[in-house]
């Protein structure tokens, strides 16, 4: 593995995590806070990794296989490969704004852009178009998602005027067939299994809530929605998510500037803050997928809070007690 250059963030941060390994010890806090803090604001434990300033950084998905994390920057547009052994970021420019995307078997990525779903080579070269995207583009583009374990496809877009709830999660099955799975949305996000895969959750961010389902995993059909969290707070809104291998869902806070932990049973665990105000996703990653990414955005954002807050539009890490799950790839 090459080793990191001396002062980079990226190589600061992970220095301790190596001379961790092989012993009890980890060189950080415990990842929890008491529930006599829960609703404050604590010292931050997340570090800024990759300081790229992206204007909509999103999507993290961590490849077990090359050790490195892969993330877009929605509106750049860009898909990107972060080492954080290195420090080494590589931008693979986009056509257009592209909203998630998931690693391919065996190499590869499908990738969710405005226009509609395609292929795309290992060094981000776009080739097949699988499907077209169901609505106009002036109004709307393709915003959070990810595989189930089967290795479907899950892409949800979003009104970009927010002026009706009228967005959607699409399934993108291996042989390519689209099928609407939930509709009824403005700003599609959240979305995550189980470890099990039986439960599925999904948010609408703008009404500050996290849904779960029952989840037929033969079929890829979620049913039985039900509130699994709901705010009241304005800056409480859902944006990306992750889940670990305990169940517990962790939810980013778009102008909110935290991460949540959730049990399974909707009970807040935990909240970290971050030092941007606007987080966007989380993923696990790491050689033990114990370090939690999460990325932010800083596009039309005011230059007090950007001076206030200069690494937004950054990645951040930190470790943490409980290790991610391995994120499944498209099968197609």
């Excluded at 909203?99 to 070269?125: E, H, N, T």
């Excluded at 509130?227 to 102008?255: H, I, K, L």
Aim: some cysteine; proline content about 9%.
């Amino acid at each position: 593995m090459q080793q990191p250059r001396r002062g980079h963030p990226a190589a600061d941060f992970i220095a301790p995590l190596r001379r961790a390994v092989g012993t009890r010890r980890i060189d950080a806090p415990p990842a929890v806070t008491s529930p006599e803090t829960l609703g404050r604001t604590p010292t931050s434990m997340l570090t800024c990794v990759l300081d790229i300033k992206a204007k909509l950084g999103e999507c993290p998905v961590w490849s077990t296989r090359e050790q490195v994390l892969y993330w877009v920057d929605i509106n750049a547009p860009s898909l990107n490969r972060f080492d954080p052994a290195s420090g080494v970021n590589h931008a693979m420019p986009m056509p257009e704004a592209i909203g998630c995307f998931a690693l391919r078997k065996p190499a590869g990525f499908i990738v969710a852009l405005r226009s509609g779903i395609f292929l795309a080579g290992p060094d981000g070269q776009l080739g097949r178009k699988v499907a077209d995207a169901p609505y106009d583009p002036a109004h709307y583009r393709f915003n959070d998602g990810r595989c189930d374990r089967q290795g479907r496809f899950f892409a949800g877009f979003m009104n970009e005027k927010r002026d009706a709830a009228n967005a959607a999660l699409l399934r993108i099955d291996p042989d390519g067939t689209m099928t609407q799975i939930l509709d009824g949305m403005t700003i599609s996000n959240g979305l995550a299994w189980s470890p099990d895969g039986r439960t599925m959750y999904h948010a609408d961010t703008p009404t500050h809530t996290v849904r779960a389902f029952d989840y037929d995993t033969a079929t890829g059909t979620p049913s039985r929605p039900r509130v699994f969290a709901q705010w009241t707070a304005e800056a409480a809104r859902p944006d990306g998510a992750a889940v670990d291998s305990e169940g517990n869902y962790w939810t980013a806070f778009f102008r909110g500037g935290r991460v949540l932990q959730i049990s399974p049973r909707g009970k807040t665990l935990a909240e970290f803050e971050v030092p941007a105000m606007c987080p966007t996703m989380c993923a696990f990653g790491g050689a033990d997928l114990k370090t939690l990414y999460v990325t932010t955005a800083r596009q039309m954002r005011e230059s007090a809070e950007l001076a206030r807050l200069p690494h937004s539009g950054g990645i951040f890490a930190m470790r943490v007690g409980v290790p991610g799950l391995p994120e499944p790839a498209f099968a197609g």
